[in-house]
């Protein structure tokens, strides 16, 4: 607690706290004596997707459209069968459901961890979450005390480190780049920041913001690393479907049941089924002591939404057609973006294995200048972009400064015209700057 | 990290870590090498509302019905105006909402604070939440760092305690007993237990588990000490509308203006209007750092669920009789229980303010061991009763032994039927104990 007063304050000065309103009365004014926030809120970071928000409803208020570009939320329909079953639904009261997840849920996430293949995977070894976001906390919580350290790659989901910072855990960023892909750095590269309190490995795959897939060499290489140092090996897979040119998503569910106590594996329903407003995710794990521990801590917060699971229980019943007419939809937006981003001079550009996003290098210096400069100051036929300026997915200083991220959830119309703007100011803003 | 290996596998001793595959290959066996939980994990306690569930499930599989009064799910209906606008939802897909909350909804929310009479509460001066529980660990986590102290006033609501292990808060309580109806101590009972690590004073009001209302002058003793000490006050009020007897709330809300910086109000829609299962509460502060604080938290898990949301910016359309009506069930179900317990031999009860709780001491030695008893051997026409024992409410330990919760959310045939198992069931255990 500080608390600024003056010397003169004579009667105050043998104790450290100081009843505002008796100054004020004995002084005539107010000294700065202000409930102070804690360290850790200060810390959390502004999220660089939605940063510049203020910017864009700037922009909109001045009868600019806005083409958005940063933020993962699809145009994809969600799943008929789910729509209509709110129109179903018949319980009044609005109850409580059992804080690990609703029964008819948990049987369906079951059943969609089976047909995958995981026959292993029961009821019993998925939390149902309020979102991914709450997988994520949750997990960090379980695997990690303050001060001690989880290791991420960057550029990471932001907002890892915003749930790192609530719960005091410090992510130790491994760089991946452009150059490769953002594909791994050698098993060595990856040691060399494991210290005695390293308690976890997190990836992201198919990777958020990177659009990358690791492979079953770079998966089988984590394992070990997991292995030989007992660290938890946490898999965010929350975008497993969305693989492009026939590749397949090696998932960290087939090295459970061989590291029954160390993978964890954290899911959300959001973009598998195009849901993002019904907030449902789940940790998978066979470590009993992590489901114990999660369970109480979803006891402490009662239930997730009820509506939200009995619509998402609709889920055995979405067809095949369904994903396959999404995935498909999002690998033509996906060549449809690279190629046009390949012709504009200076981007450098690779094609994203997975997910809908990409970071890509832009010949600018500072790319979230050029971003609130797309929003303040440049617009083609009454229209602008909005993307994620990459500095922010970057735990490292100084890293990631021409990159943005962009979020191809957009039809191929909207792609056209924002790529159509994305051209055209780098031209504008490179003659400005 | 602990790692167990006999001394003879010389190989290893060098270094803290063990492949364990390797250590199985050269020696037969595994050594007890396996990824630990965090200690805060651990630390988080079992619901004592919830404890018992595997006795009650068990108790079920073998025939026995049983009335719940352990849980505060009440039977009142939801508000038809919010059922019937389920059916209106017309977004595919359903999507994101601003971190902050739907728009409709803060809209909503700000009408009914200002309906309350606190016009000076507009739409960004709520942060809108998961329910009261992330309303209440976001708090947790905006007022205190790792190690830092908040006073509640014991026995308390027991999840405070789960988000402050979670966020690695010290919860400190001050008591409080049965033999006053568990009103506050006087302010230098308080003061005693502030330390320079105390950074808020956290209250319910009205109480759960306790049913008091605190009177103005208690409120007002509160404002003081935060003041003097400069310490938030943060105020769970989420039973707000539940008073009998013509009693009024003191809300905080009354003292924000005075004290922008230190107040800060947590809600939920929950109990108001019986809508458990729809996860929405709020923050409600002037105090900009907070509500800065809280949005950034916020945007780290994007959203609360859209459908919630849309369900209940609905509450403006609620009647007034909704409440009325729900208020004098809720008297007469207290009358009911409050009477039939004093009727009961050796029973100590009080007749609770507000809320639908209330602690009762019971002539046993110990309350878990009688709720245990309950659903594990004793039934009448076979049906049992589920109390939640009053020790997880209380933070010193051997508080409350021979004390229970009892929530009166069940109308008033079901609580004939539980106060008669209740009375016989002391009676056949006080016999064979």
Known sequence: MIVFYPKIFKQFSKCDMVDIHTVKLYHG??????????????????????????YAD???KNGVRIIHLNIGDPDIKSPEVMINSLKKINQNPIPYCHSQGLSELLKALQWYYQKLGFNFI???????????????LMTLMAVADPGDEVIVFEPTYPNYLSFAKECNVKLVPVSTSIANHFHLPESKEIEKKITKRTRAILICSPNNPTGTIYTQKEIEMLVSLAKKHNLFLVADEVYREFTYDGRTHTSLLNYMKKMPDKIIVLDSLSKRYSVCGLRLGAIVTLNQEVLDGSLRIAQARLSVGYIDQFVASKLTEV????????IREYQERRNYICDSLSLIKGVNVYKPEGAFYLIVGLPVKSSEDFCRWLLTSFSLNGCTLMLAPAPG??????????EVRI????????????LDILKKGLIAYNKTS
Chains 1, 2 share one sequence.
Not at 122 to 136: D, F
């Open 29 to 54: 004014y107010l000294p700065m004596v202000k409930a102070n926030i804690s360290r850790r809120l200060k810390d959390i970071p502004a999220s660089p997707i939605r940063k510049l928000a203020s």
């Open 58 to 60: 700037q922009a909109k």
């Open 122 to 136: 029961s009821e019993k070894n998925i939390q149902i979450t309020s979102g991914g976001s709450e997988a994520i």
């Open 319 to 326: 067809s095949k057609k369904y994903f396959s007419d999404n």
């Open 393 to 402: 997915f970057y735990i490292t200083k100084n890293l990631g400064k021409n």
């Open 407 to 418: 979020a191809y959830v957009l039809n191929s119309a909207k792609l056209k015209i924002a």
